[in-house]
């Protein structure tokens, strides 16, 4: 059914792993009548977890999305992953929506990844509703929820209290000053406010009303001048200060009990901007565009999902104008015209046809699109228009795959390559030094849960290897040394001889090569061959088959033969030269510190501290905040590919952290032997 612009709401729904997300969205989807039956996260039966990995680990992997209808609304809600490892993507994501519903846990409350999540939302400079879920767990705390929202910097209205009488039995309306109990069904009846709730309810009331008159001078001066406000004055104010961001209402429910989600789907249709309210679209170049139905088309791809069915699915957002099936576009990143097929509405995995026009705000899905994927924008060709992108984060860690059977590389490098096209913050690549396929991404579990799904998907058994660690070598000290090729077995002979200098530099120097050749000794055509000898040499290591890094050479001497020179001969002199000199200087072995930011709640610190001891870390500072700590330490990486299990168990799931390269430094003994003992057995 088509429905008006001005009510239709296009709103993400964010959070952590385990505050009931996808839970809540089923309870909408329940509620509005979209689904028959409430399923459940432990029967693995939820709308929007559908994939067999998710299904088998009891959560989300990937972005989802659905669609209903609430009192002649259309609704579209993207439900996004909340484990760290599959949120890469989430500041593209929230470019294809207009608002948010971000879900607390009523027992955990604000947990140190939430505020990562805020900042990402604030970023992008959404409305926003909050509702704290699972009030009906036994440790479940209204207030100590509400009050973890303070170090998120938002004025927090509390729009509803909990009724707890034996079980979550209802709820207080703040604004209406009236109760409702829960039926034996989503729907609600009026009821007494308990007499043990009436002070609460009254505190409360008077600060909700304070906060929406601040969201407004006119409002303001009215409630000081007659010390109230309207219902409607309320309504509009309240609508005014979600709609720029200064207000954050914070609504209530337990999903898993089908409770509270017509007073959320109601809030959504009231609280939440349409397409049509929002601000103007920004581009690549500056350039803005209205998200109006009266502009020239334009779409954006959320998302790229796979389907058993049809192949390559492309999530859509439609930015401006009016979008029907079978219309030509242009790919701006390509510059190629797209011929998009028959429209989807999706909910879940199910596909319904879509045979209205869409405008702004709608999230459709179109087949099999030749070269388009995720972030790009399609825009009328005579209208251009590129909506500016975030940057992704950088993969965390990688893993080399392989497959069971030899000869199969080039299937899993296949395989592995078709996973990227739906999944941006993955990266693929090759190790010039091993020749193992790298797999990159956001976690352990990223790579673990994107390895099973091209197993399942393209029948390959793979190989997950322990990730690479890019040791380096260096050189200490000075030396001069002759490197001498010659070689004669009949005809023409090659002959190389050259003279070096070569002296390890301070760390992060890198190479460098000086031609001090004077009188012709080495004609000027074969110095670049040398250089490129030592190159190559130093490329192949001395110790462990790690490159050398940080060391200069310079060319001082050396002779040729007019017949028997060549190129060849003096790139072998220099490799040569390259090995005496190593031979003769002190090589050692330099690993990899990273700098590892973590972030846990402050009873943890102890423990998480001691652990990065054990690791041989070195904390460099740490800074608490409400309750929640974040430590920077430097930690040499072969010590940390495989933190975050470790990390999940001492912090109970509430830690998270980010990992990025910073500096070599020369490996401790033990260390060297260990890596040197490897690669000598696997040359042997």
Known sequence: MQVPLDMQRTFAVVGTGGC?????????????????????????????????????????????????????????????????NFTGDLDLLLKGVDGVIFVIDAVDGVRPLTKKFWHSVQEAKLPSLIVINKMDRD????????????????????????????????????????AYAFGSDAKVSESQIPASLEDDVALLHDVTIENIAESSEELMEKYLDEGSLSEDELNVGLRQGVANG???????????????????????????????????????????????????????????????????LSLLRVLSGSLTGDTTLKNMRTGETERLGSLLYLKGKEQIACK???????????????????GDTLCDEKAPFALAVPDLPPQLITYALAPKEKGE?????????????????????????????????????????????????????????????????????????????????????QFGDCWIELEGMPRGSGYSFEDAIVGGAIPKQYIPAIDKGIQEAAARGFLAGCP????????????YHTVDSSEMAF????????????????????????????????????????????????????????????????????????????????????????????????????????????HAEKTE
Request: hydrophobic share 40%; net charge neutral.
């Open 20 to 84: 009931g997300k996808t839970s809540l969205v089923e309870m909408l989807l329940f509620d509005s009548g979209a689904i028959s039956r409430l399923g459940a996260i432990e029967a693995g039966t939820t709308t929007m977890d559908y994939e067999p990995e998710e299904i088998r680990r009891r959560g989300s992997i990937q972005p989802a999305v659905a669609t209903w209808l609430w009192k002649k609304e259309r609704h579209f809600a993207l439900d996004i992953p909340g484990d760290g």
């Open 139 to 178: 440790r479940a705390d209204f207030h100590q929820a509400f009050d973890s929202l303070a170090p998120l910097g938002i004025k927090t209205v509390a729009m509803q209290l909990p009724i707890v009488e034996g079980g979550f039995t209802g709820y207080v309306d703040i604004l209406q000053h009236k």
């Open 409 to 493: 590389e080039d299937k899993v490098y296949s395989a592995m390559q078709r996973l990227l096209d739906e999944d941006v913050t993955l990266k693929l690549g090759r190790d010039e030094e091993s020749a193992d396929i790298l797999l990159s991404g956001m976690g352990q579990l990223h790579i673990e849960m994107a390895v099973e799904k091209a197993k399942r998907r393209y029948k390959i058994d793979i190989v997950l290897k322990t990730p690479k660690v890019p040791y380096r070598e260096t050189v200490r000290g000075k030396c001069q040394v002759q490197g001498r090729h010659k070689k004669q077995s009949g005809g023409r002979g």
């Open 246 to 312: 200064e207000l954050t209402p914070v609504l209530i429910s337990s999903a898993l009990e089908n409770k509270g989600g017509v007073a959320i789907l109601d809030a959504i249709a009231n609280l939440l901007p349409s397409p049509i309210q929002r601000p103007d679209f920004v581009g690549t170049d500056g350039q803005t565009r209205k998200s109006s139905p009266d502009e020239p088309l334009s779409c954006f791809v959320v998302k790229t999902l796979t389907d058993p069915f049809s192949g390559q």
């Open 548 to 559: 050398v890094v940080d060391f200069r050479v310079k060319l001082y001497d050396g002779s």
């Open 571 to 678: 790139k072998v002199a220099g490799s040569i030269a390259f090995k005496k000199a190593l031979e003769s200087l002190k090589v050692v072995l330099l690993e990899p510190i990273v700098l590892l930011t973590v972030s846990i709640p402050d009873e943890c610190m102890g423990d998480v501290i001691g652990d990065l001891s054990s690791r041989r870390g070195k904390v460099l500072g740490s800074d608490s905040r409400s309750g929640v700590t974040e430590i920077k330490a430097h930690v040499p990486m072969s010590e940390v590919l495989r933190y975050a299990p470790d990390l999940r168990s001492i912090t109970g799931g509430q830690g998270f952290f980010t990992m990025e390269f910073d500096h070599y430094e020369e490996a401790p003994q033990p260390v060297a032997d260990a890596v040197i003992k490897a």
């Open 356 to 374: 209205e026009e869409v405008g702004p705000g709608a999230l459709v899905a179109v087949a099999k699109l030749k070269n388009t994927k995720t």
